[in-house]
């Protein structure tokens, strides 16, 4: 008889995801905090539950990036067909901040001041009777350049782009365009 341990890495990755919620609320008041929900397979649970054990972030670190002029940055993700901030997943023992930063770099070529936690998700995720949730931290940076180029070693992120407002077909639209109305920069 074959045990599934499931339950068990899912409590782990619980555990890590708070250890991580705390950690990152101490220190950003200001962050406008929101959740999704999704249902997954069963390969893409496992996979999340590893990612969110490993450090508590199941899509890794992003960043919305804004110029003087308002405009935000956005690439385009061609594995889930959308418009996405900047981001992905921790390499080694980079902070969550370095992450971002790298990730902008190599997405859109465009170098950028990290000002601090602008929003905080609660990402849920359940497969079948299984569930457990990560957190999705996503900095406000401050474009220092603004010539985009993208040069993504993984090949996900096609094209970067500057908008005044947001696409139809960008990811979390509601929670960026509510963060964006409310956000003083």
């Known amino acids: ?3 599934d341990r499931l ?5 782990e990755a619980d555990q890590q995801a708070q250890q991580t919620y705390h950690r990152l609320t101490e220190s950003a008041e200001d962050a406008r905090e929101f959740s999704k929900s999704r249902w997954v397979s069963r390969p893409r649970f496992r ?10 972030l199941p899509y890794g670190a992003h960043a919305v990036v804004t110029r003087e002029d308002g405009a935000v940055l956005l690439v ?7 418009w996405v901030l900047p981001g992905g997943e921790v390499d080694g023992e980079e902070s969550f901040r370095e992450t971002a930063r ?6 859109a070529g465009v170098e950028a001041s990290v000002d601090g936690l602008a929003l905080l998700g609660r990402v849920e995720f359940h497969f079948e009777d299984h569930s457990t949730w990560g957190v999705l931290p996503i900095y406000h940076a401050r474009a220092e350049t603004t010539d985009l180029a993208v040069e993504d070693p993984d090949g996900e992120i096609t094209a970067a782009r500057w908008v005044q407002s947001l696409p139809e077909d960008t990811r979390d639209r509601e929670v960026l365009r509510a963060w964006c109305t409310d956000a003083v920069w």
């Open 102 to 107: 790298r990730e902008m770099r190599e997405e």
């Open 47 to 56: 996979t999340i539950v590893n990612r969110v054990t490993d450090n508590g």
């Open 1 to 3: 008889m074959t045990v």
């Open 76 to 82: 385009r993700h061609e594995q889930v067909d959308m």
């Open 7 to 11: 339950w068990y890495l899912a409590s």
